[in-house]
């Protein structure tokens, strides 16, 4: 299998676990937002939007990133997530 497929099996096994902590959870929102779109664009949520807030920051935090490393860093989360 190549990456892009490695990475889309990855975002359906990660669906096997009932929960996640919330710090799990936007490390693998950023790693799927960075591997699939890039960098973060767009303004910063507001204070009172602290859910959006919380996803762009984790998102912010790869930027430079590549979306092949990003895919990668998915798809180790996911299987250390399994483990």
């Known amino acids: 299998m190549g990456l892009p497929e490695d990475f889309k099996k990855a975002q359906k096994d990660i669906r096997a676990l009932d929960s996640l902590d ?7 929102y950023a790693l799927y937002k960075q591997g699939t779109e890039g960098d973060v664009s767009g303004k910063r949520p ?9 996803k762009y920051d984790a998102w912010a935090k790869l930027e430079g ?7 990668k860093k998915y798809i180790a989360l996911v299987k250390d997530l399994l483990a």
Do not use: I
């Open 65 to 71: 990133t590549s979306e092949n490393d990003a895919m």
């Open 22 to 28: 919330t710090d799990k959870l936007l490390k693998l």
């Open 46 to 54: 507001g204070m009172l939007d602290m859910k959006g807030r919380a």
